[in-house]
């Protein structure tokens, strides 16, 4: 039994050998399908584990509470944005009466964004994306930040609205390349600000949203510059993660009371957990997924219409060889073996290119343009399970017709 099969195979790559052109061209549906499946599968899979990770150093027990909802929705996901944009926004003295009246709570902070900004010096400027926030005291806790040389500003500051920045990473390299940046002076809308300090370096968030282009200034200080009557979000610090269902409740029961919520209404506000907007993000994800799957079976079934093509072609070529092995001994299981295996072998080599394109395709967007690419197990598994079942299930009718014929009528073949 082994050695029939070894020499199928063998049997097999003579053919392909024989014919290298007509093999390439029918192997090129099954590739692009399986290159297609793992380039996808290693950005979505190298996207999931990011956003995860990021995530998660934003900490367990911290939980959001926003005017806006937040994550993903497809054709605005049955959301009233016109009722929602009608709610009352979130203030700072949202945050301190939460402080205040929420015992689960360890701490809270407050925060603005104000993107497509320009920061500028005496000698350079940066490009006008750079988000400036706007932040209490307590926001680089609640979000991950972590303070690579400097500090950031304290209370004090904060109350008095001191011009005081805290740079991203990138602001700080495009700003001052060759020198320290702390006690330097940079410009906001045209006003003088003194760098405090320089945020360590983060990367992206979703691989999409760079977290290292973005300076941060005092609430009361960017409330003065941007408008006082802007909406903030708060991220709040349960005492642990085993605590933070109980911070949310109490959070709720406050922030109806502040915003005169009856109670039978719902809540005019949006809370969301870091794990919460990571699950929507990963949905988001499996989607994207499984649309990517039904693009690669379409490409398969293309390239087993090829196999099927051109083993048909290679039964008919091959009619007088059928015939004589059928009159030398060859059972009809044995020629069905023979054009089956040649089948499957022939799309498992598309198959095996394909996993090849797709890591080389994964390797090139992480190492050129920076992209988180992770190529799972389980997509290679399933790139050659599939691409080994379209060729036999399009190997099959093949096989079996050669099977079929009959020796006389087969050597008489020209």
């Known amino acids: 039994m082994i050695r029939a099969f070894f020499d199928n195979l063998g ?14 061209l029918t192997l090129l549906g099954i590739v692009i399908g399986v290159s297609t499946v793992m380039t996808m599968m290693a950005l979505l899979e190298g996207l999931r584990v990011k956003v995860n990770k990021d995530f998660s150093q934003l900490g367990a027990n911290v939980f959001r509470v926003d005017k806006w909802p937040q994550g993903f929705r497809f054709g605005g996901g049955g959301v009233d944005w016109n009722r929602i944009s009608k709610r009352p926004a979130l203030t700072v003295a949202d945050k301190r009466a939460l402080a205040e009246q929420c015992p689960s709570v360890l701490r809270t902070s407050a925060s603005s964004w104000q993107p497509g900004q320009k920061v500028r010096t005496a000698m350079s400027e940066t490009q006008p994306n750079v988000f400036i926030i706007g932040a209490t005291v307590e926001y680089p806790e609640t979000s991950g930040i972590t303070i690579a040389s400097g500090r950031t500003f304290n209370e004090t500051e904060e109350v008095d609205g001191r011009r005081v920045v805290v740079l991203g990473p990138d602001v700080a390299d495009k700003l001052f390349p060759s020198l320290d940046p702390l006690g330097q002076e940079v410009r906001l809308k045209g ?31 960017f409330l003065g ?61 499996n989607v994207v997924t499984a649309a990517t799957f039904g693009v690669c079976i379409l490409s398969l079934i293309v390239g087993g219409i090829g196999i099927l093509n051109i083993m048909l072609v290679s039964v008919t070529e091959r009619t007088r060889e059928i015939g004589i092995r059928k009159a030398l001994g060859a059972r009809k299981n044995r020629i069905l073996m023979q054009f089956a295996t040649e089948a499957v072998v022939l799309s498992l080599v598309g ?17 050129t343009f920076g992209l988180y690419t992770d190529v799972p197990l389980w997509a290679v598994l399933i790139s050659l399970a599939m691409s080994s079942g379209v060729g036999l299930i399009f190997g099959i009718y093949p096989a079996a017709r050669a099977a079929k014929l009959d020796p006389i009528e087969a050597m008489r073949a020209e």
């Open 11 to 24: 049997l097999a790559f003579g053919t392909f050998v024989a014919h290298p052109l007509r093999t390439m």
């Open 191 to 221: 006003r003088p600000y003194t760098v405090i300090g320089v945020m360590e370096r983060r990367g992206k968030l979703m691989g999409l949203f760079n977290m290292d282009n973005q300076v941060m200034v005092p609430m009361t200080t």
């Open 225 to 285: 510059a941007y408008g006082k009557r802007r909406n903030v979000s708060l991220s709040i610090e349960a005492l642990d993660k085993d605590r933070i269902d109980k911070a949310m409740e109490e959070v709720t029961r406050v922030m109806r009371q502040r915003r005169e919520v009856a109670p039978m209404e719902e809540n005019n506000f949006e809370m969301s957990t870091n794990e919460s907007m990571a699950k929507s993000l990963n949905d988001l994800s």
């Open 351 to 367: 198959g095996i290119i394909g996993i090849g394109i797709g890591f080389g395709l994964a390797f090139l967007g992480r190492w």
